[in-house]
């Protein structure tokens, strides 16, 4: 399966609570929901269409734990998102969680990036990962990601846990496709390309 990361991301860089203003208050952040004014139609189709793709799901603790509250009560048993979020394997990155009750949900052990290796082998579509902002990084530092998602939101929240680390491993990307919503949402696919290249400007 290819590993796919989607990520809605403030133009400064947040990833901490797009969806509503108590998503994620963790470390006393305030300003969820930011993404929320800007999700229109558009941004809509798309997410509908990324998980048209999904055959399961990586997520880290924190993410599972928000998706767990939420989409269980969504009512249409056709719901192009909450139906494969609620019938598709999860799996799950968490050294203290022990009895899933949202399935079906299995919990890696200890050696996440082997795990990953070892479910990227599967057949299948797309292994998708969703939000889980602690767990992008060990899997951008072990080489497991094939591809990000970027749905940029025209807001700068100022604050909050951003998608990369101050310090993490430098990497190259190719940019794979683009689009822009009429609210501003800007839709970048980039696929990782190895070490970036370094430079020097030169004056004439």
């Given at each position: 399966m290819k590993l796919t990361v989607t990520t809605f991301v403030s133009v400064d860089g947040v990833g901490q609570g797009p969806g509503g203003p108590d998503e994620d208050r963790r470390a006393g952040f305030s300003r969820g929901g930011w993404a929320m004014p800007h999700f229109d139609e558009a941004t809509g189709a798309y997410m509908v269409e990324v998980f048209g793709q999904v055959d399961a799901f990586l997520l880290g603790r924190r993410t599972y734990d928000?998706?767990?509250?939420?989409?269980?009560?969504?009512?249409?048993?056709?719901?192009?998102?909450?139906?494969?979020?609620?019938?598709?394997?999860?799996?799950?990155?968490?050294t203290t969680l022990t009895d899933p009750e949202w399935g079906p949900t299995t919990v890696l052990g200890d050696d996440v990036a082997a795990a990953v290796a070892e479910l990227k082998r599967k057949p299948g579509r797309e292994l998708q990962v969703h939000g889980s902002l602690a767990l992008v990084p060990t899997l951008l530092?072990?080489?497991?990601?094939?591809?990000h998602r970027l749905l940029i939101v025209p807001v700068i929240v100022g604050e909050g846990d951003r998608l990369f680390p101050q310090r993490g491993l430098d990497t190259g990307l190719t940019l794979v496709s683009t689009r822009t919503t009429d609210s501003g949402v800007a839709i970048h696919v980039y696929r990782p390309t190895g070490r970036p290249e370094y430079g020097t400007a030169e004056i004439e």
């Open positions: 928000i998706f767990a509250s939420a989409w269980p009560k969504a009512t249409d048993p056709n719901d192009p998102i909450a139906k494969p979020l609620s019938t598709l394997p999860k799996y799950v990155a968490s530092e072990h080489g497991l990601v094939d591809e």
